[in-house]
């Protein structure tokens, strides 16, 4: 089982971009359980929360992209999102989804999100 990012790339300062996050081999009483999270390290500094959604739908989003990010799952195909919007310079970093059970944990390999003009 794994979990494989995609959407990151070079984006301009005010532009957008959506993250995807696609979980595989995991069965649906394994995944809908999982509390999901996104996350991003930027050069230099510490592996950060940006937002997270439980099973439940509870949503929660640090408070540097609040109002400009959107996180989203689809337990139907197996897949989490992370719409990006108004980005700046500083979401400039490695995105990480992570999956989080009972009595497991996963993490994606990251997908490079670079703003820039």
């Known amino acids: 089982a794994q979990l494989v990012e995609s959407g990151g790339g070079l984006v301009q300062p005010g532009g957008s971009l959506r993250l995807t996050c696609k979980g595989s081999?995991?069965?649906?009483?394994?995944?809908?359980?999982?509390?999901m999270g996104w996350y991003r390290q930027a050069p230099g500094n510490q592996r950060e929360l940006v937002a997270t959604v439980t099973s439940s739908g509870d949503i929660t989003y640090s408070d540097s992209v609040k109002g400009r990010f959107t996180i989203s799952r689809d337990n139907a195909v197996k897949r989490m999102y992370l719409q990006m919007n108004n980005v700046k310079a500083e979401d400039t970093a490695l995105y990480y989804c992570?999956?989080?059970?009972?009595?497991?944990?996963?993490w994606g390999q990251g997908t490079q999100v670079t703003v820039s003009s």
């Open positions: 992570n999956a989080r059970g009972s009595r497991n944990e996963y």
């Open positions: 081999g995991f069965i649906s009483s394994v995944w809908n359980p999982f509390h």
